[in-house]
């Protein structure tokens, strides 16, 4: 048989782009106890390799304009697995994976002898595939997901160094200001959609007339730029940037030049088309990214670390890519493209130029460095290149963006005024120069400032420089051969941005003489003027006062604080009674608000309908008995004893009631419960008091007591309205109907919580489980500090220590272990058609096992214990998601049962389903958190018995 090699399909690239970081991330976790050598190669090589697919669609995506594919997710929500590749998606996805290819090999060689490699490349590729998914995403809901995740990803990137304070501040400023501006984009992008009539990217950018018409634009609009604005650390929340430095090198290079600050930038290009030309959008992009570019060159000048410098400079540049695109003019977004590439390229190289100077030298102050040149030669000529073209010098490729943009701000007027842009930007534009020629001269000429470290620094190794030689040599060629190396991916992708052909713009170094190249040149001398008189403008700057973001957002995150506790203690009185009050009184109103809507108001239409039905004598006595025990409840409450059989009576009234209105499952569940709740409060009891404080003065009592009145009125009003009205196509009869044909079983009660509400059972049984575990951290501290001298003063005038034991009633319970065990899977195996189930029966093992603990103490009962309950929780949670993950790999709906039946000499003809597994999850689940709660009461009063002993004896021993 002849074997044809299938090809990988484009739709089939775009899945292993999104899903190759993830799975790399995943797989270097997995290796986490493996040298960096295995981490970096792992990480590298799936930078590599999804760079390789992006290059290999590259030339379809540039001739047909884009791939695209969608799956369906949550149909429900419109939000659908949608992948997108056009040239601006493929612009960022080659600068995503080429600088990550990059940085990864920078950091390998960068990071230290027994740094956590494995959690940094993992989380580095976490982002990385964050960032992808967010440029390829193809609906606006799977972007928002994507957004979220950045922000995550990156708070773990920079608080890497966790013993640092400075990274651990850094990483909570830089995720509260863009994950609350992720926030405000959710609600942006969602009322975009709506608008527009589609969460689909392709459908909204098609509707530009529609989104501009519509009344709500202006405020999804300014929802939609804040978050842009927040993720690209524009003026005023550009303040996060510069102390997200205190992150790894590497992860600056990546994060802060060309990645995760530039997805607010790729937002406003994707969004341009139906975003952009309207006043409103001008006025406000323009404004903001003319005043970012301005106050970022500003703030540059007067930095001392280098990071530090280079970060205000992101800011900058930033800056002048948003103002770009917020002249809503198709030759700017032309020049935003260009720019873009320039920017990554030597903004990511002058990173790792001022990490290989910190890690050679010791220091990133640029006061105690000078005349590098002559002891790290091949870093300077990278460094000094890719300042000259953040500068903006000729012949690079920073010079031609920079004309574009001064020659395009020629075109723009602004509140009226033609000569503000042109004027600003040349002035930033000269602050450009200064802060680009400063790191140059200061760092690697003139004098040497600090010998210790001029002695020290040395060029690294060649597997530090490649990387940032790599991407000097790219932003020279951008300079000398723009046209070969960008011409047609800049046409291509500032089509894309425009939602049409991209003008034809001619990339060259030479434009001729024109005003443009004025501002230039003006720019270029007023900043070498800078640079010459900065000393003077250093004391100028040092002598006034400046606002401190850091310490802003720090008195802004207190405040806040402040606030929001003082909010809770308003809210959630540390008082239980009055919590108690509170929520019922609001559960009260409901009723009865409700109760008179259904009725048509008050109490006229009380009654319905439907024909009443006598009470039989079996009714009216379990009703008094109800009445009766709730009473003895009420007169015993500080008898906790006696208040709890009485509250067992009130549970057994309930079991009857289900029992005659022909509700055998619940009779069950609820009698199962009854016993557990009751044996485990017979337990905690042993930890409280006898006789507990008085709670309630006479007056709380009284208005208690009238609200407990209303409470019962406003309830039994409510049971009576719903009670003698006849339902209107009631959900019960679509269970009844469907139970047999659509999840193979005959028990309606059963089939409904495995199949029919499966996801909702799943959600309880997690709850369920959380709360097991609650029980066990609360509990595990309470023979210990001050909670063990009160138990251990309660427990004085204890007779008997728990571990004594009464001989019949050991031999009754392990003669009965084995016979509730088998009762316990018989009621299991038979819930999907009989009265039964995973709950009931989890109950009932759980039963069998509280008997032992109760019978023969802790020590013996736990010694036998094969399987913890912690693992039985876990157990039971994963297997219920696995069941609903099988049924997807059979293209079923998540958690659909299959049935079928089979026939076994000698047992006959049986059936199986899947819904047992997920019935096994709840029986595990169920198990696991009531003996988990057991066990830990049990632990509970072993261990402060003995305790009570020990002190006990200590006393015995001082009076002898």
């Not at 494995?118 to 967010?134: D, E, P, Y």
């Not at 995740?149 to 501040?169: C, K, N, V």
């Not at 030479?510 to 640079?531: D, E, F, K, Q, T």
């Not at 009205?725 to 109907?737: E, G, K, L, M, Q």
Request: glycine residues 10%; charged residues 10%; contains cysteine.
């Amino acid at each position: 048989m002849d074997y044809v090699e299938q090809p990988i399909t484009p739709h089939m690239t775009l899945v292993l782009l999104t899903v190759l970081p993830f799975a790399a991330a995943i797989l270097i976790a997995l290796l986490a106890d493996r040298g960096r050598g295995v981490h970096a190669i792992i990480a590298g090589g799936a930078s590599a390799l999804g760079l390789a697919l992006v290059l290999s669609v590259a030339p379809l995506v540039l001739a047909q304009g884009s791939i695209a594919l969608s799956a369906s997710w949550v149909p429900a929500i419109g939000l659908d697995f949608s992948l997108l590749m056009d040239p601006l998606g493929l612009m960022f996805s080659g600068l995503i994976l080429g600088i990550g290819l990059l940085v990864m090999i920078f950091a390998h060689f960068y990071l230290a002898a027994g740094e956590a490699t494995g959690r940094f490349f993992a989380t580095l590729m976490l982002f990385q595939g964050a960032m992808l998914g967010i440029v390829l995403s193809g609906n606006v809901l799977l972007l928002l997901v994507f957004w979220e995740l950045t922000s995550l990803s990156s708070f773990l990137l920079i608080g890497f160094w966790r013993h640092s304070p400075d990274a651990r501040q850094g990483a909570r400023m830089a995720l509260a200001i863009t994950g609350g501006g992720g926030l405000v984009l959710i609600a942006g992008m969602v009322l975009l959609g709506v608008v527009a009539g589609s969460f689909d990217l392709m459908i909204i950018l098609q509707s530009r007339d529609v989104v501009q018409a519509s009344p709500h634009y202006p405020a999804f609009l300014i929802l939609i730029l804040i978050g842009c604005f927040t993720k690209s650390a524009q003026f005023p929340f550009h303040f996060w940037l510069p102390h997200a430095m205190a992150a790894p090198t590497p992860v600056s290079a990546y994060l802060h030049s060309a990645t995760m600050v530039k997805a607010g930038v790729f937002l406003l290009a994707r969004l341009w088309p139906v975003l952009s030309g309207t006043e409103l959008y001008t006025i406000i992009v323009t404004t903001v990214g003319m005043t970012t570019m301005l106050f970022g060159a500003w703030v540059a000048i007067f930095r001392h670390d280098l990071k530090a410098i280079l970060a205000y400079s992101t800011i900058s540049q930033l800056g002048l890519l948003v103002m770009l695109l917020g002249f809503s003019l198709e030759a700017a977004a032309v020049a935003a493209v260009l720019h873009v590439l320039n920017h990554a390229a030597f903004k990511a190289a002058l990173f790792m130029t001022a990490g290989i100077v910190d890690h050679e030298s010791g220091t990133r102050d640029i006061r105690r460095l000078g005349a590098l040149a002559k002891v790290m030669p091949v870093t300077a000529v990278i460094g000094t290149l890719a300042a000259g073209a953040m500068a903006g010098i000729p012949p690079l490729g920073g010079f031609i963006s920079k004309e574009m943009m001064l020659y395009e701000a020629l075109n723009v007027s602004l509140f009226g005024i033609d000569w503000l842009v042109p004027v600003v930007a040349t002035i930033a534009a000269s602050f450009s120069v200064a802060y680009s020629l400063r790191f140059a001269v200061h760092l690697f000429f003139g004098q040497a400032r600090d010998d210790a470290a001029h002695r020290k620094a040395h060029d690294p190794g060649a597997g530090m420089l490649v990387a940032p030689a790599v991407l000097v040599i790219v932003a020279v060629l951008l300079g000398l051969l723009p046209m070969l190396l960008a011409g047609t991916v800049v046409s291509a992708v500032a089509g894309a941005v425009i939602g049409g052909p991209a003008p034809i713009v001619e990339l060259s170094l030479w434009h001729g003489v024109n005003l443009a190249l004025g501002m230039s040149v003006l720019a270029i001398g007023v900043g070498i003027a800078l640079l010459w008189r900065h000393a003077g403008l250093l004391r100028w700057y040092a002598a006034r006062r400046h606002a401190d973001a850091r310490a802003m957002f720090q008195r802004g995150m207190t405040a806040s604080d402040v606030f929001v506790r003082k909010m809770i203690v308003a809210v959630h009185r540390p008082s239980l009674q009055r919590m108690l009050f509170a929520t019922f009184a609001v559960v009260l109103l409901m009723i009865v608000d409700g109760t008179g809507s259904a009725t048509g108001g008050g109490a006229i239409g009380l009654t319905g309908p439907r024909e009443l039905l006598p009470a039989p004598l079996f009714a009216i006595v379990t009703w008094l008995l109800l009445i009766a025990a709730t009473i003895a409840v009420l007169v015993e409450e500080r008898q906790r004893f006696r208040a709890l059989i009485y509250i067992s009576v009130i549970g057994l009234v309930i079991a009857l009631s289900f029992v005659y209105f022909s509700a055998p499952d619940l009779a069950l569940t609820q009698i199962s419960v009854e016993v557990v709740t009751i044996l485990l409060l017979l337990l905690a009891l042993n930890l409280l008091p006898k006789r507990p404080p008085l709670l309630s003065s006479s007056g709380l009592r009284v208005r208690d007591g009238l609200f407990a009145a209303f409470g019962g009125l406003g309830v039994g009003g409510a049971a009576w309205a719903m009670l003698t009205r006849n339902p209107n196509d009631p959900i019960s009869s679509f269970h009844i109907a469907n139970s047999y044909s659509g999840g193979g079983g005959t028990n309606v009660v059963n089939v409904t919580l495995v199949d029919f509400r499966a996801f909702d059972t799943m959600g309880e049984i997690i709850v369920l489980g959380i709360a097991g575990l609650v029980i066990y951290a609360l509990l595990d501290t309470t023979v210990r500090g001050a909670a063990g001298a009160r138990l251990r003063s309660w427990q004085e005038d204890m007779p008997h220590s728990p571990e004594r034991h009464p001989m019949m009633f050991v031999m009754s319970t392990r003669i009965l272990l084995p016979l509730v065990l088998v009762a316990g899977i018989f009621i299991f195996l038979r819930g999907h058609n009989e009265p039964g189930g995973g709950f009931i029966a989890g109950l009932v093992v759980a039963i069998a096992l509280l008997l032992q603990y109760l019978a023969s103490g802790y020590d013996w009962t736990d010694s036998r214990r094969r399987i913890g309950e912690h693992d039985l929780i876990g157990f039971g949670v994963l297997i219920a998601i696995l069941t609903g993950i099988g049924a997807l790999a059979f293209d079923a709906n998540f958690l659909s049962t299959a049935y079928d039946y089979f026939t076994l000499p000698l047992v006959g003809k049986f059936e199986l389903t899947t819904a047992l597994f997920f019935d096994l999850g709840v029986f595990s689940v169920v198990l696991g958190a009531v003996v988990l709660a057991l066990a830990q009461l049990s632990h509970i009063a072993q261990r402060a018995a003995r305790a009570h002993a020990l002190q006990e004896a200590e006393k015995h021993e001082d009076a002898s």
